[in-house]
């Protein structure tokens, strides 16, 4: 079946540093995706991204939807201490599943 | 502000047990799914359902059982449980099937001793 490649698989930052992490597919998605599931929680949707080359932001989040359509990045900008949790990608094809990632976990010390 | 509510919380089986994992959503979505949490796995969908009285396989179906009767409920049944099915289930809804926006519960941790 269809994967995500989802990268780096953890990450431990100090408090104030940029975050990156991406995703990439073999096949080709409509639709991407980013989750942050907080501890103990369900996840959450951060963004969506619906066209090729398309950039969105959510306060310090920016996502990229890439030119190929086989891959996506998250940054994180100044990273706080509740940054902390799982993202997850995912790639939606209409008539299809949504895929997820195997997620990143991200560590915060302040 | 319900959104997508899960019951239980927790829960621990001997193997050969059957239990019903409920899940019950107020926010009027059709696309309704379960996926499993494994660490290192990620999230992976199990059933999902596009529709009172509409039901279908994901990736990981085997084991489990699922009807939808009413467009509020999506029961996930275990018919005979095993260790391996010890895991952290969500439930997820969505008002938009074509756009993979899922609304997720806060989780049933299941443990099959």
């Known amino acids: 079946g269809q994967q995500l490649n989802q990268s780096p698989q953890s990450m431990f930052i100090q408090e104030g540093e940029d975050v990156s992490m991406n995703c990439t597919s073999s096949s080709i998605f409509n639709t991407w995706l980013w989750y942050k599931q907080d501890p103990g929680e369900g996840p959450v949707l951060l963004i969506a991204l619906y066209k090729a080359g398309e950039l969105t932001s959510n306060g310090r989040l920016t996502a990229q939807f890439g030119i190929t359509r086989k891959d996506s990045f998250l940054n994180i900008s100044a990273s706080i201490p509740s940054d902390v949790g799982i993202y997850f990608c995912?790639?939606?094809?209409?008539?299809?599943?949504?895929?997820f990632g195997k997620g990143t976990t991200l560590s915060v010390s302040s | 502000n319900a959104g997508v509510t899960q019951t239980p919380k927790f829960q621990v089986l001997k193997t050969g047990q059957s239990m019903t994992l409920q899940c019950a959503q107020d926010?009027?979505?059709?696309?309704m799914s379960w996926y499993r949490q494994d660490p290192g796995m990620g999230l992976r969908l199990i059933h999902y359902?596009?529709?009172?009285?509409?039901?279908d396989q994901g990736e990981v179906p085997n084991g489990y059982n699922v009807s939808r009767s009413t467009t509020e409920d999506f029961p996930l049944r275990l018919l005979s449980a095993a260790p391996s099915q010890t895991s952290v289930y969500f439930c997820?809804?969505?008002?938009?099937?074509?756009?993979?926006?899922?609304?997720f519960g806060e989780g049933s941790r299941l443990t099959v001793l």
């Open positions: 926010m009027n979505h059709e696309y």
């Open positions: 995912a790639g939606y094809q209409a008539g299809t599943a949504l895929i």
């Open positions: 997820a809804s969505s008002g938009y099937l074509d756009t993979g926006e899922l609304f």
């Open positions: 359902s596009v529709g009172a009285g509409i039901t």
